[in-house]
DNA sequence: ATGGTAGAGGATCTA
């Protein structure tokens, strides 16, 4: 069984207690983990090693930065998708334990009418077209991260007040569904699960406690593994804890 | 009254 999960960790200086804390609680054998917000230069490669994970890494100063710790040692590993022509750090591709794991950081937008929101859809567009490539050459593939979109009314905890706003609107939730379409699937969705389920709550008016919240982080996985794919849960605890992320991690087991 | 909170970095920018 391989346990493979995503985290928005908001900071790993911030957050690097926390984060050890978690692995040592789930023992997942890769995390990828996004917003590092870490030069390459400060990242915490000596605490990390010390509970038992590697770790490859992408980060610039302030901003983005996302890192793959596992188990087993990564190799193949890209920070630089062909095509995608992007300086910010938001992905990182490896291969790890018989899988080959696409990390994103997939840009927030803003709001739908700045410019940043036109960078995000041309941005999903671009990876959406690698993927497509990379599915002909690994049929063992996970995408996983923060995706920055919730799919469907039943993802966000207002579809009526959010509807057409960023991380909801039809263009975003268009773009996802045509990513789905080049063949992977939605791991969460491949289970039944409980109503009003999130991984994102905004820091603000109390959201986390109102469970004002979208489902916006995701495992999305090829059609061979999809097949393999026995669980993908949240874990709402570390968002309990005292400085949280405001993301939760999504966890996902393969047979 | 365009809020409210968090992180980076040292004034705003990003989310």
Redesign the pocket.
């Known amino acids: 069984m391989t346990k493979i999960a995503t985290w928005n960790v908001?900071?790993?200086?911030?957050?690097l207690p926390q984060v050890l804390d978690w692995l040592g609680t789930n023992q997942p054998d890769i995390l990828a983990l996004q917003?590092t917000?870490?030069?390459d230069e400060n990242f915490p490669q000596g605490e990390i090693e010390a509970a038992g994970y590697q770790v490859a890494y992408a980060g610039q100063?302030?901003?983005?930065g996302v890192a793959l710790l596992s188990r087993s040692a990564a190799t193949d590993i890209i920070r630089d998708i062909d095509g995608l022509d992007d300086d910010q750090r938001r992905v990182l591709f490896a291969t790890c334990d018989r899988l080959r794991v696409l990390n994103v950081y997939v840009?927030?937008?803003?709001n739908v009418e700045s410019d940043?929101y036109q960078y995000k859809l041309t941005w999903l567009k671009k990876l959406t077209g690698y993927i497509r490539q990379q599915l002909v050459a690994h049929d063992r593939l996970v995408v996983l991260g923060d995706f920055?979109i919730a799919p469907e009314p039943r993802d966000v905890y207002d579809p009526e007040l959010l509807e057409g706003q960023v991380l909801f609107s039809v263009p975003e939730r268009t773009a996802f569904r045509t990513l789905l379409d080049t063949g992977l699937s939605d791991t969460f969705r491949l289970f039944n699960q409980e109503d009003k389920q999130y991984t994102w709550w905004?820091?603000?008016?109390m959201a986390f406690r109102r469970n004002r919240g979208l489902r916006i982080d995701h495992i999305l996985a090829s059609e061979t593994l999809s097949k393999a794919c026995v669980s993908c849960t949240i874990d709402k605890e570390p968002r309990r804890w005292e400085?949280?992320?405001?993301h939760a991690p999504v966890i996902a087991e393969f047979r």
């Not at 908001?10 to 957050?15: A, D, I």
């Not at 840009?107 to 803003?110: A, I, R, T, V």
């Not at 905004?202 to 008016?205: E, K, V």
């Not at 400085?243 to 405001?246: L, T, V």
């Open positions: 908001n900071s790993l200086r911030v957050r917003e917000k870490l030069l100063k302030a901003y983005n840009p927030n937008g803003e940043k920055n905004d820091y603000r008016m400085r949280p992320s405001d």
